[in-house]
C-alpha cells in the first residue's frame, strides 16, 4: 500500500489532476498486515502529498485535495493524523485564508481526539505532558493561528481544559509572536504505555 501511495506521489509531479483521481481510489484506513491495521491512512497521505506538490503549480488541484481531505479526517484514528499540522500551511499557500481557518479548526479538533487517547483511564499517556501528541498539535495549530490572527490562538488556549497544557501553549503562542522557533517543549513527542513506549520528532511550524 505504501509504494501505492509513492507511486501517486510521483504522478503528480507531471499530472496532479490524475494522481488526485486514483488517491480518492486509495483506502481511507491502513491494510491488514498479518491481522493487524497499518497505523496510518493511504488516502490521508496521498491526499496531502497531492496538495503539498500542487500548490505552486496547479493551486485548484492542491486546493481539491485539501477539501477531499477535510471529507475523511473524521474517520482517521489518532494514529493515522501523522501529516495534518501541514494543512493550514497548505492553504495558505494557495491563498486560501478561509480554509487556513477551517483547517486549525481540524487540527484543534484531532487534538481533543489525541487528548482522549493521552488520558485514557485505562492506559493513560506517561510521558512529560509537554511531549504528548495533543499538546504538540494544539501548539502547531497556535502557530499556525497566529499568523493570520491573534485572536484565534487566544480562543483556542481559552478552550483548553487542561491548566497545564494551556500554559505551555500561552508560551508556544508567546513565541509565536515573536517570530521565533517552538521552545516550550521537546522535540521529540513521547508516547509511553504499559507495554510499550515510542518517541519521534517534532517538526517545528
Same mark, same amino acid.
Given at each position: 500500500? #505504501?509504494?501505492? =501511495?509513492?507511486? =501517486?506521489?510521483?504522478?503528480? +509531479?507531471?499530472?496532479?489532476?490524475?494522481?488526485?483521481?486514483?488517491?480518492?481510489?486509495?483506502?481511507?484506513?491502513?491494510?491488514?498486515? #498479518?491481522? %493487524?491495521?497499518?497505523?496510518?491512512?493511504?488516502?490521508? +497521505?496521498?491526499? &496531502?502529498?497531492?496538495?503539498? $506538490?500542487?500548490?505552486?503549480?496547479?493551486?485548484?488541484?492542491?486546493?481539491?485535495?485539501?477539501?477531499?481531505?477535510?471529507?475523511?479526517? +473524521?474517520?482517521? *484514528?489518532? #494514529?493515522?493524523? *501523522?501529516?495534518?499540522?501541514?494543512?493550514?500551511?497548505?492553504?495558505?499557500?494557495?491563498?486560501?485564508?478561509?480554509?487556513?481557518?477551517?483547517?486549525? @479548526?481540524?487540527?484543534?479538533?484531532?487534538?481533543?481526539?489525541?487528548?482522549?487517547?493521552?488520558?485514557?483511564?485505562?492506559?493513560?499517556?506517561?510521558?512529560?505532558?509537554?511531549?504528548?501528541?495533543?499538546?504538540? &498539535?494544539?501548539?502547531?495549530?497556535?502557530?499556525?493561528?497566529? $499568523?493570520?490572527?491573534?485572536?484565534?490562538?487566544?480562543?483556542? %488556549?481559552?478552550? &483548553?481544559? +487542561?491548566?497545564? %497544557?494551556?500554559?505551555?501553549?500561552?508560551?508556544?503562542?508567546? *513565541?509565536?509572536?515573536?517570530?521565533?522557533?517552538? %521552545? @516550550?517543549?521537546?522535540?521529540?513527542?513521547?508516547?509511553?504505555?504499559?507495554?510499550?513506549?515510542?518517541?519521534?520528532?517534532?517538526?517545528?511550524?
Amino acid at each position: 500500500m #505504501q509504494n501505492r =501511495v509513492e507511486d =501517486v506521489l510521483t504522478k503528480a +509531479d507531471a499530472d496532479p489532476a490524475g494522481a488526485l483521481a486514483t488517491a480518492l481510489t486509495l483506502p481511507v484506513h491502513g491494510m491488514p498486515v #498479518q491481522g %493487524i491495521f497499518e497505523p496510518s491512512s493511504p488516502r490521508s +497521505d496521498a491526499l &496531502l502529498g497531492i496538495a503539498e $506538490k500542487a500548490a505552486a503549480k496547479k493551486p485548484s488541484v492542491s486546493e481539491s485535495a485539501l477539501d477531499e481531505f477535510s471529507t475523511i479526517q +473524521d474517520q482517521l *484514528t489518532p #494514529q493515522e493524523m *501523522t501529516g495534518i499540522d501541514r494543512l493550514p500551511e497548505l492553504y495558505l499557500k494557495i491563498g486560501n485564508v478561509d480554509g487556513a481557518k477551517e483547517a486549525i @479548526d481540524i487540527l484543534v479538533k484531532a487534538a481533543g481526539k489525541l487528548y482522549e487517547h493521552d488520558t485514557d483511564t485505562e492506559d493513560p499517556n506517561a510521558a512529560f505532558k509537554g511531549s504528548w501528541p495533543s499538546t504538540d &498539535l494544539w501548539g502547531k495549530a497556535i502557530r499556525a493561528a497566529a $499568523k493570520i490572527s491573534p485572536a484565534l490562538p487566544e480562543g483556542i %488556549i481559552a478552550g &483548553l481544559q +487542561d491548566a497545564e %497544557i494551556a500554559v505551555f501553549e500561552k508560551v508556544a503562542f508567546a *513565541t509565536a509572536l515573536l517570530g521565533g522557533a517552538k %521552545i @516550550d517543549a521537546p522535540d521529540l513527542i513521547g508516547d509511553c504505555r504499559k507495554h510499550g513506549a515510542s518517541f519521534r520528532s517534532s517538526s517545528r511550524r
